[in-house]
C-alpha cells in the first residue's frame, strides 16, 4: 500500500474525515499508473483539521507555501500544503474542505456516500468535475473518466469525444437534447463530428480561462501572504508541526483574507 492510501487510513482513524480527489484518485480509478502528490477534501471542523495536524506531525511533516490548515481559511476555499520524506521519497500531501466546482449540496452527497469505503475516493462525475483546470493533459482525464460513468447521461456531460458524443445520441435519443442547456455543446451533435469537435475545444479553452481567473483571485489576495511566507519558513524551521502551525495562523491573521469574493474564487 502506497504512503498516500496508508495516510488517507491514518486520517480517516475512528471517523471518516478525508477522500482522496485529484491524481491519486484517477490512479485509483487505473487511469494513471502513479501520482507525485496527495490530494484530499476534509471535513470542515476543528477535531479533522487537528487530527489531520497530529498525523502530519507523526510523520515529521512542515507547510510548505499556501494556507493555514484552519476552518477560517478553508471555509474560503483555501488550500494548506505540507511534505515530509519517508522512505527516500518527498510526500507532498494537499487539503481543502470546499473543492471548486462541487456545490455543497453534492459535498453532503459525496461525504455519505463515501462512509462505507475501506479507501474514500471521488467517484468519477465528481472527480471530472475538480480535473476541469487549466491543464490541457486534464481534459483527456475527463474524457476517460466519462467512459468509466456507466449512464449515458453523465456521459454526454461529461465525454471529450465527438465520436462518443455521436454514438451516445444516437444510442439514446432525444437525451442529449434534454441536456443541451447544461452543456450547450450537445445541440450541435446534429452537424457532425467536425463542427462537434470545435465547440468542444472552445468548451476546453472557455473552462481554462474560468479556472484561470478564479487562481488570479487567490493568487491576488494573497500577495501580502506569499511575500511574507520565507520569513515564516524560516521562522518555523526546526519546530514541530504543530508549534509551527501556531505561528503560521498567527502571521496569516490579518494578511491572507479568509474569503474570497464568490464571483472571483468559484469556476
Not at 488550500?79 to 481543502?96: C, M, N, P
Not at 462541487?102 to 469505503?117: G, M, P, V, Y
Amino acid at each position: 500500500m502506497n504512503i498516500y492510501l496508508r495516510l488517507t487510513r491514518e486520517f480517516n482513524e475512528g471517523r471518516l474525515r478525508a477522500i482522496i480527489c485529484s491524481g491519486q484518485a484517477v490512479v485509483l480509478h487505473r487511469l494513471a499508473i502513479m501520482s507525485k502528490d496527495g490530494d484530499w477534501i476534509l471535513r470542515e471542523d476543528d477535531e479533522t483539521l487537528r487530527h489531520v495536524l497530529s498525523v502530519l506531525e507523526a510523520h515529521g511533516a512542515r507547510y510548505r507555501y499556501g494556507a493555514p490548515l484552519e476552518a477560517r481559511w478553508m471555509r474560503g476555499g483555501w488550500s494548506s500544503h505540507f511534505e515530509f520524506r519517508e522512505d527516500g521519497l518527498r510526500v507532498r500531501a494537499d487539503f481543502f474542505t470546499r473543492p471548486p466546482r462541487i456545490s455543497q449540496a453534492d459535498l453532503t452527497r459525496i461525504w455519505n456516500e463515501q462512509r462505507a469505503r475501506d479507501i474514500p475516493f471521488l467517484d468519477p462525475p465528481e472527480l471530472a468535475e475538480m480535473k476541469k483546470t487549466n491543464r490541457e493533459r486534464d481534459y483527456a482525464v475527463i474524457g476517460e473518466l466519462a467512459r468509466l460513468m456507466n449512464r449515458p447521461e453523465l456521459e454526454l456531460l461529461y465525454s471529450r469525444s465527438a465520436r462518443d458524443l455521436i454514438r451516445l445520441s444516437r444510442e439514446h435519443p432525444g437525451v442529449s437534447e434534454r441536456l443541451t442547456e447544461a452543456r450547450p455543446l450537445l445541440a450541435f451533435i446534429s452537424q457532425g463530428r467536425e463542427r462537434l469537435e470545435q465547440e468542444l475545444d472552445a468548451e476546453r479553452r472557455r473552462l481554462i480561462r474560468l479556472n484561470e481567473a478564479r487562481l488570479k483571485a487567490y493568487g491576488d489576495a494573497a500577495a501580502d501572504w506569499y511575500a511574507l511566507w520565507p520569513s515564516v519558513a524560516v521562522e518555523t524551521a526546526g519546530l514541530s508541526l504543530l508549534e509551527a502551525h501556531e505561528i503560521v495562523v498567527s502571521r496569516a491573521e490579518g494578511v491572507l483574507p479568509t474569503t474570497i469574493e464568490p464571483s472571483k474564487g468559484r469556476a
